[in-house]
């Protein structure tokens, strides 16, 4: 991660926009709140009991049909990228989103409302540095069944071509450029989403584009349209006959803003899809015929180059530190004994974190059975590994952790990107991301052998008391 002397941003004022999903066709009430630095963008539900949050990262991305949807614990938050666009073309890090429903309204198809109203209440700076994550290799994603390519380069500042070609004289070859030096509002803000109209038929069949209007999209027809065809499309919009029209090409004569909009609002997206690694990036980026899919597998290859190559996110041991707790201490706080103990001491306790050490060894009796002649740790006992340790940061300030036992209630996102063998350290971290309610607590697990990840994963426990006690 490279810093770049600027100051993080957050809006001044409360805002609030209202109006209709795209494809639930729900009437939604959106405000943004000003946030503290480091928040970065978070969705917050104030029509779900406990108002559940979803921080706007690639990691809870869940659908990407026709836009980028969050999901978290079974709570979505579907058409985000125009609201994360507009939020990153006019550098705005910190900010809260409440919803009191599901999805982010379509408007007019375009984040020109959001950047219109971010600018009438004003943009401040605050305390803390904005934080700018660089390439450091070019990284590529390609998708050849559908002819898309997206290919991120190093470089030293922020710039993105798009290019379409959707094999149709209605709409043609287009290209889009945009750098971080451009006029987001003039360039970019204004364009809409498109479609093609042989596809709403298709996507009202999938239950989508409920809130679709000729209003807030450029409908582009490729076809000669009969009397049939137009009787069909005054019911699908519910609009008098007489007054739908093709004009070149588009429907109901909605004029371009450019001649390129299509090529543009893709750039937009990209750009929406693009921050939920989390941050600032400088590259440049080159994207052909990119989608939703596409974008945000790419954004994940980029947050793993970033996860990989940050140093600064490595838990480091020395051996010669003195434990937080030893061995006969984490016993105190764990039932678990031979041969299930895996972890042989806590190194580092913070208020959210901790670290424990698993040294591996030869002796180990799963090696006896688990590839005795390639020995490899098992990966469930590197989530157990992870467990126990999180169980030490929960029961560590129960007043009698012995009456308590944490159990697994939900596992997630597991990766395992290494082998791990005898000889290995294992270097444990483990961060709160929601705190203990009622008797659930959630983590983020990552394990360490040097500076190479091995695994991950994303854990929900209970702690319940013993039922002798």
Same mark, same amino acid.
């Given at each position: 991660?490279?810093?770049?002397?600027?100051?993080?941003?957050?809006?001044?004022?409360?805002?609030?926009? $209202?109006?209709?999903?795209?494809?639930?066709?729900? /009437?939604?009430?959106?405000?943004?709140?000003? +946030?503290?630095?480091?928040?970065?963008?978070?969705?917050?539900?104030?029509?779900?009991?406990?108002?559940?949050?979803?921080?706007?990262?690639?990691?809870?991305?869940?659908?990407?049909?026709?836009?980028?949807?969050?999901?978290?614990?079974?709570?979505?938050?579907?058409?985000?990228?125009?609201?994360?666009?507009?939020?990153?073309?006019?550098?705005?890090?910190?900010?809260?989103?409440?919803?009191?429903? *599901?999805?982010? =309204?379509?408007?007019?198809?375009?984040?020109?409302?959001?950047?219109?109203?971010?600018?009438?209440?004003?943009?401040?700076?605050?305390?803390?540095?904005?934080?700018?994550?660089?390439? %450091?290799?070019?990284? $590529?994603?390609?998708?050849?069944?559908?002819?898309?390519?997206?290919?991120?380069?190093?470089?030293?500042?922020?710039?993105?071509?798009?290019?379409?070609?959707?094999?149709?004289?209605?709409?043609?070859?287009?290209?889009?450029?945009?750098?971080?030096?451009? *006029?987001?509002?003039?360039?970019?803000?204004?364009?809409?989403?498109?479609?093609?109209?042989?596809?709403?038929?298709?996507?009202?069949?999938?239950?989508?584009?409920?809130?679709?209007?000729? *209003?807030?999209?450029?409908?582009?027809?490729?076809?000669?349209?009969?009397?049939?065809?137009?009787?069909?499309?005054?019911?699908?919009?519910?609009?008098?006959?007489?007054?739908?029209?093709?004009?070149?090409?588009?429907?109901?004569?909605?004029?371009?803003?450019?001649? /390129?909009?299509?090529?543009?609002? %893709?750039?937009?997206?990209?750009?929406?899809?693009?921050?939920?690694?989390?941050?600032?990036? %400088?590259?440049?980026?080159? +994207?052909?015929?990119?989608?939703?899919?596409?974008?945000?597998?790419?954004?994940?290859?980029?947050?793993?180059?970033?996860?990989?190559?940050?140093?600064?996110?490595?838990?480091?041991?020395? =051996?010669?530190?003195?434990?937080?707790? *030893?061995? /006969?201490?984490?016993?105190?706080?764990?039932?678990?004994?031979?041969?299930?103990?895996?972890?042989?001491?806590?190194?580092?306790?913070?208020?959210?974190?901790?670290?424990?050490?698993?040294?591996?060894?030869?002796?180990?009796?799963?090696?006896?059975?688990?590839?005795?002649?390639?020995?490899?740790?098992?990966?469930?006992?590197?989530?157990?590994?992870?467990?126990?340790?999180?169980?030490?940061?929960?029961?560590?300030?129960?007043?009698?952790?012995?009456?308590?036992?944490?159990?697994?209630?939900?596992?997630?996102?597991?990766?395992?990107?290494?082998?791990?063998? =005898?000889?290995?350290?294992?270097?444990?971290?483990?961060?709160?991301?929601?705190?203990?309610?009622?008797?659930?607590?959630?983590?983020?697990?990552?394990?360490?052998?040097?500076?190479?990840?091995?695994?991950?994963?994303?854990?929900?426990?209970?702690?319940?008391?013993?039922?002798?006690?």
């Amino acid at each position: 991660m490279h810093t770049v002397m600027e100051k993080q941003t957050t809006i001044k004022d409360k805002i609030q926009l $209202c109006g209709k999903g795209l494809h639930t066709g729900h /009437n939604v009430r959106v405000t943004l709140l000003p +946030a503290t630095t480091d928040c970065g963008v978070v969705f917050r539900r104030v029509d779900i009991e406990g108002t559940p949050e979803i921080p706007a990262l690639v990691t809870y991305v869940g659908d990407t049909s026709r836009g980028t949807t969050l999901h978290k614990n079974g709570v979505r938050i579907a058409t985000i990228e125009h609201l994360l666009s507009a939020l990153t073309g006019l550098n705005v890090d910190n900010v809260i989103v409440e919803l009191d429903g *599901d999805e982010v =309204p379509i408007l007019d198809g375009s984040p020109r409302f959001w950047v219109e109203e971010i600018k009438k209440v004003g943009i401040i700076e605050q305390e803390a540095e904005r934080k700018y994550y660089t390439l %450091k290799e070019t990284i $590529c994603y390609r998708d050849t069944d559908n002819n898309i390519e997206i290919i991120g380069v190093p470089a030293d500042d922020f710039k993105v071509q798009t290019f379409i070609n959707y094999n149709t004289k209605v709409l043609g070859e287009q290209i889009a450029n945009y750098s971080e030096a451009d *006029d987001y509002e003039k360039e970019l803000s204004r364009c809409r989403t498109f479609v093609f109209l042989h596809e709403i038929e298709y996507l009202q069949k999938l239950n989508l584009i409920k809130g679709g209007d000729v *209003d807030n999209a450029l409908i582009f027809v490729n076809k000669e349209l009969n009397q049939e065809d137009l009787n069909r499309l005054a019911g699908l919009f519910n609009k008098d006959i007489t007054k739908i029209e093709v004009k070149e090409g588009i429907l109901n004569n909605v004029q371009k803003h450019y001649e /390129n909009e299509p090529a543009r609002h %893709k750039l937009l997206d990209f750009i929406g899809d693009l921050s939920l690694i989390g941050g600032r990036i %400088k590259g440049h980026f080159y +994207a052909s015929c990119p989608g939703h899919k596409s974008n945000v597998e790419f954004a994940k290859l980029v947050k793993n180059h970033i996860d990989m190559s940050d140093n600064s996110k490595i838990p480091t041991y020395d =051996p010669n530190q003195k434990p937080v707790y *030893d061995i /006969n201490q984490i016993k105190g706080l764990l039932p678990h004994r031979y041969p299930f103990l895996m972890i042989d001491k806590i190194v580092e306790v913070g208020e959210d974190y901790i670290i424990g050490i698993k040294n591996v060894t030869g002796n180990e009796a799963y090696f006896q059975g688990h590839f005795p002649d390639q020995p490899v740790m098992p990966g469930v006992l590197q989530i157990e590994a992870m467990a126990q340790t999180g169980g030490v940061l929960v029961l560590k300030d129960v007043p009698d952790p012995e009456n308590y036992s944490t159990y697994f209630a939900k596992i997630d996102d597991v990766k395992f990107r290494g082998k791990v063998v =005898p000889g290995d350290t294992l270097i444990i971290k483990l961060k709160v991301t929601e705190p203990l309610r009622r008797t659930f607590v959630k983590m983020d697990g990552e394990i360490y052998v040097g500076n190479t990840m091995v695994s991950s994963a994303s854990m929900m426990a209970q702690v319940i008391k013993n039922k002798n006690n």
